[in-house]
């Protein structure tokens, strides 16, 4: 019998109780012995709570209690998550987490701690929710060059432009309804800003290429600009507007960012609606593979804790090391390279010709030019931009167009 | 360093070598240990191979040899197949196989084998070509009870099926088509019939289910007889004909059953086209997840090979163990119970209320009427034709229709 903790009682660290619970004997048949909670670290007493008895408002039982051999961190937020998951690796403690900014911000470090406390440090919750992904990657896939990783990964935005669409309503109107159902928060910053989707390409693309690069320096856009014209000139040409994390290695060079983009009808990622998420994988020898779910909820996230607290029983797979990602990585902005769809107002076609070059006209709204450009730099694009700018013209929208490599034929 | 061998050369086995060569480095990383092919067993020299020097022609210096500890079987059949294998196990090695036949026919018994001699039988490779799914669910989902999988297992059928929507031809000419693009077979009976996506839904209602229940006790059938009327009549509402492989636990209740079924536009089902596979996974805690890429193939199929051997290598975790089902599982399939799309010639409208109730009529051929029942087991379903036949009906077309439990909002 293992003996186990959870830190913080919130949503996850609550649904994880429940699955040990619920689940009790499925885990024992994947685990070969039964996964026991005896403690649950939290500031408060909840007296209501059926686990009123496992609280401890304390680490220290937890990390001097030599039975505890994991620890289930869902906490969140970086402070006390980061203090208690350093002192419970250094007592040798394998920890698993559902926390993204800890993973994003510390996780070459922790990892580092695990492996010379010979434990684990897992964070298959921290990505997709319940989705399976960091696991797939670390071994599922592990025997693949991984080229691109490009996922849908925040379910408030796609809520929004899933409404956007369908409902051909704007961009507020969709955030006070996903706010009024309880898919936003109220105040819905670090979802609509990219923030909670940087953090979570940040974990992807040290999973993929072992180099973590902090959310800080990830290029990061939101979806507060996407008008409804956006989407539905996407919709004209089959497309759908999604806020897509990606990493993305070519040759030599290497781009991670978020931003919204055309994503075209041949996609699977086009077809993703609603609250769910899907992340698209891609391996020099398994293709395109996509991994879709709930990418958040009490439940969903629990099914990612506890099967990281399985694997933390059961397996001896090497820790995996990640490297602080030094200035030389990604590859400089600058030169990530894409078609275009752009939105003018006081420009005519002739215009965009002269600057753009061979470009596709949509149908756009009164007043407005829209057009799909070919490849282009952001340098490049930018320049182009200025020019029109100059010539009267005024920039109503940039979004990036997503080429997927491979599609399924017929 | 691990040695392992590989049995047979073919389309997967040369792909693998290929793998474990180009990707050597990468492989170390998730190892912590070079796999060194140590010897490849085919009845032929193969001369021009790059690896004619590895080749033996008999199994014993392989099960002889100390050194090798992991054997990958890509024989495919089951005569040899099942015998080096069965050798292989009570010497102690791990065998990783792409044999769907083999592990859907005998795997209970070889998993059993394993455990006895404390090696392991893996065979992510045989369902679902390169996706990941048995890992999965044998690993990231076992903290759930699954309650159903239902899955596009067959690339071929799902080629032609998208073609007979697509390309709004027949199912010879899209089966012609599918030959000429080397997506179908010469004799493409056990992809149009559904006898392998039946060995795969047998390997995965086991896997979630730990009970084997062989195919050939399997409900299956193809989609020789589905009709460009029927694609067309199911486009009209929104939804696709798919194949899918089944396995559903309601209640008490468990079916197990290959058919083609109309797919609602809103599940990620409908959209997956052309060659790719996809499996949807519904665990109590997990909700829906689904797991999609290209579900054969020599290069993709090659990764679900070499990610059992590095799991081989690297895993603890409990050797599962299937019993074969006996009678009572699957449930007696005259209970499954779903809505249906039926077409007749020879009837009108009135005849087809009297029987059926309340139904919804589709834009049929001309001289046929279409329409969706309510939900009708298969004895209901069966009374209901039979009545109409009497009264001059002529049965054209029944296809069962798909109901997601979980959809995306909005």
Redesign the interface.
Known sequence: MAKIAIMGLGVVGG?TAD?LT??RE??R????EYLDLKYILDIRDMPESPYRDLIVHDIAPIAEDPEVSIVAETIGGVKHAYEHTVRLLKAGKSVVTSNKQLVSEHGAELLALAKEHGCRYLF?ASTGG???VI??L????????ITEISGILNGTTN?IL??MK??GVGFETALAEAQE?GYAERDPSADVEGTDACRKISILAATAF?KLIPPARIHTEGITAIRQSDVAAAASVGAAVKLLGRAIRRGGECFVLVSPFFVPG?S?LA??????NAISVT????????????GA?A??T???V??D???AV?????VPAWENAGEDFPTEFGSFSCPRYLAFAGIDRNAVRVVFGDVTFLSGAEGEVAFLTSQKTEAECADGIARLSVGGGQLLSMIRVYEIGE????
Not at 29 to 32: E, F, H, I, L, N
Not at 283 to 294: A, I, S, T
């Open positions: 649904g699955l619920e689940n499925k885990i048949a994947a685990c070969g298959e319940g989705i399976p696991g797939p670390s071994r599922d896939l592990s025997g693949n060059e809520y899933t409404r369908g409902g159902k072992s041949d699977p077809h993703v609606d609603g609250v769910y391996g020099n020898y398994v293709g395109d593979v996509m991994f879709y779910g709930r909820g439940k969903a629990a099914s990612a506890v099967a607290l399985i694997a059961n397996e001896g797979a090497p599609r399924p034929e017929a």
